[in-house]
């Protein structure tokens, strides 16, 4: 029930294009869904993150779309450029508590020039 | 976003030694700090939770004699991997939890063991 399932593993788009990134889980009690960034020998980023009385949050070029009644939640990138290209990870937390964040798998996006 | 920092980004060690990772939270204070440990094209791994000012939480498979952890102050955990083998080479990355909701990552240390 801790589980978040986190798909597609990889992903290529060109330049410009809108990759999407879905996040599912199970556990009724996660309020909040961050997406981090991760480039190879860094640690990850903080990208943008949902709580669930919204249905979309977007920040930039970055958008999260989130679906309470299907427990699933999506990452949007518009216009997506080569920079993009990394490692992104869906995570589900639950506020006020000191318990850890459970992440997804992760996807690994390359966006061609 | 916080900044946490992380040191040092890459050190490497002899078999046998020990070696100590420290994770900062620079612009605010954080009762809990994470550390996992992450492989090659692989998620995190959470490897124990650090509460400030008491001792740390381990997940299962983690030992905590060899990984010692140490929450001395609101912006400072340490890691200290004992008796260094090979089999440690890993990228380890600290979190740091700003209540109530965000947790913000180190940049990380990559530790090789010859």
């Known amino acids: 029930q801790q589980q978040v399932k986190q798909s597609p593993q990889s992903l290529i788009v060109q330049k410009g294009g809108i990759p999407i990134i879905n996040c599912a889980y199970e556990?009724?009690?996660?309020?909040?869904f961050p997406w981090y960034q991760q480039f190879p020998g860094k640690g990850p980023a903080l990208l943008i993150a949902i709580r669930p009385d919204v249905s979309e949050k977007k920040e930039g070029r970055f958008t999260i779309s989130f679906n309470k009644s299907a427990k699933q939640f999506s990452l949007h990138i518009m216009d997506s450029q080569p920079g993009d290209s990394a490692t992104y990870f869906c995570?589900?937390?639950?506020?006020?508590?000191?318990?850890?964040?459970?992440f997804g798998s992760g996807t690994q996006l390359t966006v061609l020039p | 976003g916080a900044v946490v920092s992380q040191h040092p980004s890459r050190v490497i060690c002899k078999s046998g030694t020990s070696v100590k990772i420290e994770c900062r939270s620079l612009d605010f204070q954080a009762t809990t700090m994470f550390w996992y440990r992450q492989f090659p094209k692989q998620s995190l791994m959470l490897m124990a939770t650090s509460n400030e000012g008491s001792k740390a939480t381990y997940e299962q498979g983690v030992e905590k004699d060899k990984f010692l952890i140490n929450h001395a102050s609101l912006t400072l955990s340490t890691l200290t991997v004992t008796s260094a083998h090979p089999e440690d080479s890993s990228f380890y990355i600290c979190s740091a939890r700003r209540l109530p909701y965000e947790q913000y990552f180190g940049p990380g240390t990559r530790l090789t063991v010859t």
């Open positions: 995570a589900a937390g639950t506020s006020g508590s000191a318990r850890q964040l459970t």
């Open positions: 556990n009724t009690a996660f309020d909040y």
